[in-house]
């Protein structure tokens, strides 16, 4: 049988044979399936188009010599140069390839003209922050400056503006490509040394002390007697958690370790009248809006300690810091570091840590001699006064003053420019006329407004104490450097590779006269209630070196006992951090006898919530009705109070806690002070837990009189059913990392309400532990949600024998470029509690090489 054969065909000539119909379709979704990948591709080059070059080699212009940039497996950069100048603007130039646009939108942010770039909707902060005048007061600061700071910040615009140089929008971030879809017409101004210093500004802002509780107190007092409205303001309780410094004195004006002096009080003020309070209402919507960079409220606070040889396994000191600051993508830090190839008086710098990008050096870290850590001290650096102002004038002591008046104009984009007049007292400037309530106010003839006095609007040296910080070397000059860090006052802890370590405690906290105690605003038409215009001296705050029981805690506690002749503020952090830090060093120490690097790290990620040990006794002692009810009860009978992510008595515990707050408070106060569920909260539960028939526990939206009991049960009851709402019916399947997720916003675009924008630059889900008052404060607003609002954004642990065996992690990564590896490729390793090497020697650091980079002076011309 012959074999028999077919006539081979395209797969185009079975195609033209199928129906007309069938055909066009086919065309159709063809088409659609080019048209996507046509998309896909062009989405992908632009996404990917401002990533930095790490490799090979680029040419600089302002560039004396060539500069090494050596980026390991996470992106990291360490940065050799053979001057400080250099140096700078090798940092300038590769902090503006990672992270431009955020340096962009923090200057716009500072100077008040975000509306340039975002319109109408972001006129209100603009508003705010031209009366504050952030970027004038820095401009005001570059002249006060040391030579030596003036020449680094010049030399970092030069880097960034090399950067920028010839580079389109679209090479420089996907930010602004989709700006540029929206309408935007922009190009970026040079870099200058004043942004860099504004940038400052904003930070001090975020910590600038108690003008939130100086608000909140006055509108809490309406239908309360004052000492119900101290109840919600507990004192400091100096027995049960240790101050940082735990003696000492002020004798002739100077701090003295060892000896011991006594100190004085303030007087109370009169009540608010009605219109007072609702203007301060208002003025407190319009600060709620103004923008975050770091966090604001009872989640914002940080972690720092240092123990010394005797008592670490190394013989030499550790030093831990883990600042706990509002979440954001990218993360506030960039990790770097910065070696002169050779060390010398002309090139100083060997110093490696955590960054901000658009500021020039390492804001936390360590140099070959000396580590450092910050947490922020809390004082008490503002006050609002209540003004009595007619026209053009102003009242103090039955005398007319005349206002101070300067005009601004605010561009808006694509609408007509918006004029702003600042008014400002003696004072400072009258924040009140950019708030909402503001203008209804003024239409019904009130003279009220409500100026602010604040220690960031006085011209300072802070960035001095950056570069000085950044090269000391020994106790001495440590002390001398961190003198200009004027604002935002910090807590620093110290070590050295000598052995020693210490605590120094910096920063601008106004002296005020008698009649002022900085709780409450006070009335601007009485003199007395002024500051002095002297400030603590820097000599006069406390510090310590080589305290005796070996170790140096702060997290946010008070700093010195109630004794101390300044008053730096009695709104400190209640110290349940701090001394849960305290207790487990305490028992490391009596248990192995010293402390390695991993055991710091592990202290950082504790969980342990302190209200617990308070709360659930009083809620297992209520009944519940069996079965579903009690469920989430028996839950809490055998929990050890730690919160990880998995924890199901946790999760429970959690929305119990919410709930509590809900139903004991919202039906006392106005919205806007609904509780935060931070350290001060727990404090004031735990005092209320003891008194069941205090008026708090009462509703009084209904006719009977509730007590603490009934309270809690229902607390229960309502936290059964939103757990089974929000997670699942069965207990089996619960977890706090459920509810309490880390979700990583972009600030501009992120928030857009697009939701294909928001998804090219936000990240999230991950289900993390912790909570409030926490030492791995991760950290939901019980006011808002469970959601993290508040966590750790970097956490540390240098080694002073081997800077090399040092640890580090980033809440997200170096890169401020959508899906670069180095976008969040830190944050899975922070949610486990992890960290990765710090690579500090440059063996250590070429061991760790995945990429080179050279920055080349220009060529020469002739």
């Known amino acids: 049988m012959s074999e028999r054969t077919f006539p081979s065909r395209s797969w185009w000539q079975v195609f033209t044979e199928w129906p007309r119909a069938v055909r066009w379709s086919a065309y159709g979704v063809v088409g659609l399936v080019l048209l996507l990948l046509a998309g896909l591709v062009t989405a992908v080059m632009l996404v990917r188009r401002p990533f930095p070059q ?26 050799y140069a053979d001057t400080t100048a250099d140096l700078m603007a090798a940092q300038g130039y590769v902090q503006a390839q990672e992270r431009f646009y955020e340096m962009d939108v923090r200057r716009h ?17 603009d508003e705010l922050v031209r009366t504050l005048g952030w970027r004038r007061v820095a401009t005001q600061e570059l002249p006060l400056l040391k030579p030596e700071t003036r020449a680094a910040l010049e030399a970092y615009a030069v880097g960034v503006n090399a950067y920028l140089e010839d580079r389109s929008l679209s090479q420089i971030a996907v930010q602004y490509t989709v700006l540029g879809l929206g309408g935007l017409d922009y190009r970026p101004e040079p870099w200058t040394a004043v942004d860099s210093l504004a940038w400052l500004k904003a930070m001090a802002w975020d910590l600038k002390g108690n003008i939130d509780e100086e608000i909140e107190r006055a509108l809490v007092s309406v239908g309360h007697t004052p000492e119900q409205v101290a109840e919600l303001y507990p004192a400091y309780d100096y027995e049960a958690h240790a101050p940082i410094v735990g003696g000492g004195a002020v004798v002739d004006g100077v701090f003295e370790p060892e000896a011991e002096e006594g100190g004085t009080r303030n007087p109370e003020r009169p009540a608010f009248t009605a219109d007072q309070r609702a203007q301060l209402a208002g003025l407190h919507r319009t600060l709620e809006r103004l923008p975050s960079f770091v966090g604001r409220g009872d989640g914002v606070g940080s972690n720092s300690w240092v123990v010394d040889g005797q008592h670490s396994q190394t013989g030499e000191p550790l030093l831990a810091n883990d ?18 190839t050779t060390v010398s008086s002309e090139c100083p710098l060997d110093v490696a840590g955590f960054t901000f990008a658009g500021v020039p050096g390492v804001i936390i870290g360590h140099n070959a001699d000396i580590a450092w850590g910050f947490t922020n001290l809390g004082p008490d650096v503002t006050d609002l006064y209540l003004e009595r102002v007619t026209g053009d004038e102003w009242e103090q002591d039955g005398r007319p003053r005349p206002l101070t008046i300067r005009d601004e104009t605010i561009r808006v984009r694509g609408e007509d420019d918006v004029p702003l007049q600042v008014r400002s007292t003696a004072h400072g400037p009258i924040i009140s006329d950019v708030s909402d309530f503001y203008a209804d106010l003024a239409g019904s003839g009130s003279s009220t407004a ?11 040296r802070t960035a001095d104490a950056i570069f000085d910080l950044n090269i000391a070397s020994d106790w001495t000059s440590f002390r001398e450097a961190v003198s200009s860090f004027a604002v935002p006052a910090q807590n620093i802890v110290y070590a050295d590779r000598d052995g020693h370590i210490g605590y120094q405690a910096p920063g601008m906290v106004p002296i005020r006269k008698s009649g002022n105690d900085g709780l409450q605003p006070q009335e601007g038409w009485r003199s007395e209630n002024d500051w002095t215009g002297e400030y603590v001296p820097f000599d006069g705050l406390p510090h310590v070196l080589d305290p005796d029981e070996g170790f140096v805690v702060t997290a946010n506690q008070a700093v010195i006992g109630p004794d101390y002749p300044y008053h730096l503020t009695d709104d400190w952090d209640q110290g349940y951090r701090s001394q849960r830090i305290r207790d487990l060093l305490e028992r490391r120490i009596e248990d192995e006898g010293t402390l390695s690097v991993a055991d710091m790290t592990e202290i950082q990620t504790d969980t342990r919530s302190p209200l617990a040990p308070v709360l659930v006794p009083r809620l297992l002692a209520v009944d519940l009705p069996r079965g579903y009810w009690s469920a989430g009860q028996r839950q809490l009978r055998h929990w050890d109070f730690d919160q990880p992510a998995d924890s199901a008595p946790a999760e429970y515990f959690n929305v119990v806690w919410r709930t509590l707050l809900d139903l004991t408070f919202h039906d006392e106060m106005p919205e806007d002070v609904w509780p935060s569920g931070g350290d001060r909260w727990i404090a004031v539960m735990a005092g209320l837990l003891d008194d069941p028939t205090s ?67 936000n990240r999230g889900g991950w289900e993390v532990g912790g909570g409030p008052a926490a030492v791995d ?86």
Not at 112 to 123: M, Q
């Open 695 to 761: 008026a708090w526990w009462d509703d009084r939206e209904t006719p009977e009189v509730e007590t603490r009991d009934d309270i809690l049960r229902l607390a229960m009851t309502e936290a059964r059913d939103q757990v089974t709402k929000l997670d699942a019916v069965l207990v089996s399947e619960w977890e706090w990392g459920h509810l309490h997720r880390l979700e990583l916003t972009e600030p501009t675009l992120g928030t857009s309400g697009i939701g294909p924008v928001e998804w090219l630059v």
């Open 777 to 862: 404060a991760s950290a939901n607003l019980v006011s808002e949600g469970y959601t993290v609002a508040f966590a750790p954004s970097m956490r540390m642990v240098v080694s002073l024998a081997d800077f090399d065996d040092s640890r580090w992690i980033n809440l997200t990564g170096v890169s401020g470029h959508p899906f670069n590896a180095h976008y969040t490729d830190q944050t899975d390793l922070w949610v486990r509690g992890e960290t990765i090497p710090w690579a500090f020697t440059r063996d250590a650091v070429d061991d760790s090489a995945e990429h080179t980079l050279t920055l080349l002076p220009e060529a020469d011309s002739g």
């Open 109 to 125: 942010t500072t100077a008040g003209r975000l509306s340039e770039l975002f319109g109408p909707d972001t006129l209100e902060i």
């Open 450 to 460: 409500v100026s602010l006095a604040w220690t960031a609007l006085t011209p300072s």
């Open 54 to 79: 790490v490799e090979g080699s680029v040419r600089v212009p302002g560039l004396t010599g060539e500069v090494e940039v050596v980026r390991d497996e996470r992106g990291i950069p360490q940065l």
């Open 323 to 340: 600042p706990h600051l509002g979440v954001s993508m990218p993360g506030i830090w960039m990790q770097m570091g910065l070696h002169c």
